[in-house]
């Protein structure tokens, strides 16, 4: 038996291509666009229906997550009881998943199930009655839950730092209140499903194990005729406002720790320089040997852990610094990001950090191309931001390219510790 050598490391292989499965791109008889990716062994399909019905298009606080909750509380040929009973026999299995931007409802299936499983999800997403009584059901449980994590720091926190953001009116930034539990009704949720959910708002994506069967089933139940809404939704415009004042406090009494946000509105998946900001942000915060990891938690002892990282959305993008810190060094906890987001400008990097960040960066990608699943996945991000084919080939090779005067360069750009709004909930 060969014996492992555990005492030399193993080489490096640096990961620099990718080559992605092929995206077959097709109509359904009514116009719906999909994509699909053949791929896989096992005879199992995931089909994703992706409309334009997040958080963006909503007249009020909790409309676009209540109406997509509501999808799978019974249809005029099914009551909640029985869609639940038969997705379990079936083994089948129906996420929602409802973002600032989209609405997406994600179908898992044993593909000899496939006909009956889309029966039945096809009879939930075109004709949900919107009962009274399950909605009053579901609102009621969803409240105590809101009103639980409400007492939490970091809640607090995260809701009150999109707001600074973006502004308290924007879609990025705005939040629910408890009495918006309240204001939710029938109506309403039939009115936003009848404007939103529909062939002319729809985007499907199918990965797994795929044949002709397949996508004619995919037809059969969404692709015969235009179903609920048959154009595109025109998306309404929102301008972001950022909080002129950058240091703000939340006192929160009787509290082991403090919830703390630092940040500003940043560029892009289109920007030129978003692949550079995004491998300084990960030596930054972005893993568990960063530098923020590795001064305020392994050398300082001040939380368990601190995280930073570029968020990009369709319609505009943020950088957060985040942490849950002991209530007595919240202080201290901010001077150390700020002196580290300083060496990030002043002080060059070694050669070997940022190849350390380089190659954990192509790792980590490669692992989320791990199976047919999470390959739809990474292919429906494409198509949902807009981006280009080659957008993660582009990224590998981009970010090798990232150079140690480059670190410097876009930390002057962007990660000024002078231009960050800096938010601590609790005590310091």
Known sequence: MMQLNRIDSPQIQIVKEITLPTIDKSNLSNGIPVFSINAGTQEVVKIQLV?????????????????????????????????????????????????????????????????????????MIKNPLFSKTELNRLCDQEKQEFIVRNQKVTHIAQKQFTALLFGNKHPYGASAKVEDYDKITPSLLKNFHQNHYGSGNCKIFISGKINDLTINLVNQFFGQEQWGVDKTVPIPAFTASSSSNLHHFTPKENVLQSAIRMGKRTIGRKHADYFSLSVVST??????????????????????????????????????????????????????????????????????????????????????????????????????????????????????????????????????????????????
């Open 283 to 428: 030596l930054f915060g972005g893993y568990f040997g960063s530098r923020l990891m590795s001064n305020i938690r392994e050398d300082k002892g001040y939380t368990y852990g601190i995280y930073a990282g570029v968020s990009p959305k369709l319609h505009d993008s943020s950088f957060t610094i985040s942490s849950e810190v002991g209530a007595d060094v919240a202080q201290k906890a901010l001077d150390e990001i700020r002196f580290e987001l300083k060496r990030l400008r002043t002080e060059k990097v070694k050669d070997e950090e940022l190849s350390l960040v380089k190659n954990y960066m192509s790792g980590t990608f490669l692992r989320t191309l791990n199976g047919p699943f999470a390959l739809g996945e990474v292919i429906k991000s494409l198509y949902e931001y807009n981006l280009p084919e080659d957008f993660y080939q582009h990224y590998l090779n981009q970010i090798h390219k990232v150079s140690t005067d480059d670190v410097n360069t876009i930390a002057n750009k962007y990660l000024h510790e002078d231009e960050m709004i800096e938010l601590v909930v609790g005590r310091k």
């Open 51 to 123: 409309f334009k019905a997040g958080t963006w298009f909503q007249s009020q606080a909790l409309e676009a997550f209540f109406t997509g909750q509501m999808l799978n509380e019974g249809s005029e040929n099914y009551t909640a009881v029985e869609i639940a009973e038969k997705l379990d026999n079936y083994g089948a299995f129906v996420n929602k998943k409802i973002n600032r931007d989209n609405a997406c409802i994600d179908i898992f299936t044993l593909n000899k199930h496939l006909k009956s499983v889309l029966t039945l999800v096809a009879d």
